[in-house]
Structure formats: C-alpha cells, structure tokens
C-alpha cells in the first residue's frame, strides 16, 4: 500500500519564479491538506482540497493556489517566489468521509519537497 | 499569543530517562489533540492522539487538561531512538478533517 508520495523531493529556484509542487495522496485517501515548513518551525496549514475543491484555507497569500484531479492527486503552486518562500513542503491525506468526524482519522504526510529560494 | 507553545528545548537526557514534554494551546473550541513525531529532515508521524481520559502507549503516554488548555507527553525508559522532535498538534475539527495546528517543537536528544 503506497503512502502518500511528492515530487519533487527538492528544487532550487529564483525570486520572481513559479513552482509547481505535486502530491498524490494514499490509497483509500480522498482530501488533501497542504503545510509550508520553514527551518526550526511546525508546519503551518495552506489549504485542504476535497472534492477538487479548496475548502479551506489557511492565511497564506494568493500566490499560493493548489488543484486536486479526479484521483485525488494535488498540485501546489506557488507564483512570484520570495526568499522566504523557501521551506519544506508537506501533502498530507485524509481517509474518505472527512466529515464522519472520526477521532481515530489522522492526516498521513509524505516525505515533503524541499524549495530553496535564490 | 501562539495558538500552540511548546518549550522548544533541547532536552539532553541520559538513556533510561523519564522526560515530560508540556504544550498549552489556545483556542478553548479546539476538538481534536495528538502529538506527532518528526525525525530531522523528514516528514510529521503521528505518535499519539490524546483523549481527556488520558492515554498509554507502551512507554509513552500523553494527558489533556481541557480546562487548563494544556497537553503532556511522558516518555519513560528513554531509548536512543527516541531522539527526534516532538510536535504538539492541535484540531479545531473532530479527528483531523481539517487544518492542524502545529506548534514549534521541542526537540529531545537522547544520549548514551
């Protein structure tokens, strides 16, 4: 059973640029949830996909837009890169049903793309 | 004031040690707490949610004090593998549906 994956595990890029980040969440797993980790901090939420749908979003800028298909898998875009855009970033996934509300669901991360900003 | 602190650390601790690690968070409505494991340079493992009865995981168990908006973690027995960060997380929502809210860390060196 694959967990969840992404790629690129690292890039380099320079201010101004675009990047593209990609995810595809574990078998069964229909919602995932984007984190930006910066060096020495926890990860701070993005946005949740569900359905191909953004519902909800955490306090980043407009910049940042993401895109789930219909097998679920994510893209996370990121426009007019800063240098303090660079960090780790990290999908995770959640099972079907999100709303069911289980106590026991919890988000899988995959290994995250590194992105350093020149 | 952060929705989620935690003592950043280090703990440098002997193996065999007991260390307790302490969070507090605040948002009073918040539904769902665990802590998550994270090894450097990787990704966020869940480690444990934490129920307000308080559970036990081997030599691991964890407390939530709704009243006083506050979580523990307890590690007995300290192994060298033990050695990594452990992140408080908190949920607005019911299991982890929606955003998680990741304190810093606190980091815990276990040594020979």
């Known amino acids: 059973d694959a967990g969840v994956t992404q790629s690129p595990t690292h890039l380099i890029k320079t201010r101004g640029q675009q990047v593209t980040l990609r995810c595809s969440p574990k078998s069964g797993h229909d919602t995932v949830s984007w984190y930006q980790q910066a060096l020495g901090q926890g990860p701070q939420f993005i946005f949740q996909?569900?359905?191909?749908?953004?519902?909800q979003r955490g306090n980043f800028p407009d910049r940042f837009s993401g895109h789930q298909f219909p097998n679920y898998s994510s893209e996370l875009n990121v426009n007019a890169l800063l240098l303090g855009d660079s960090a780790l970033y990290l999908c995770a996934s959640l099972p079907k049903n999100p709303l069911s509300g289980s106590l026991t669901d919890t988000q899988y991360f995959g290994p995250g793309t590194r992105l350093t900003v020149l | 004031r952060k929705e989620v602190e935690q003592d950043p650390g280090p703990f440098n601790v002997p193996e065999g040690a007991t260390v307790a690690f302490n969070c507090t968070y605040s948002?009073?409505?918040?539904?769902?707490f665990f802590w998550y494991r994270q090894d450097c340079r990787k990704e966020p493992k869940l480690l444990m949610s934490?129920?307000?009865s308080g559970n036990e995981d081997g030599r691991f168990t964890a407390q939530l004090n709704r009243a006083s908006q506050y979580i523990s973690l307890l590690i007995r027995d300290s192994k060298l593998s033990d050695s990594a960060t452990y992140l408080c997380v908190v949920s607005p929502l019911r299991g982890s549906q929606g955003n998680l809210i990741f304190g810093k860390g606190t980091k815990l060196s276990v040594k020979p």
């Open positions: 996909y569900y359905e191909e749908e953004e519902r």
């Open positions: 934490v129920y307000s």
């Open positions: 948002n009073s409505a918040s539904q769902s």
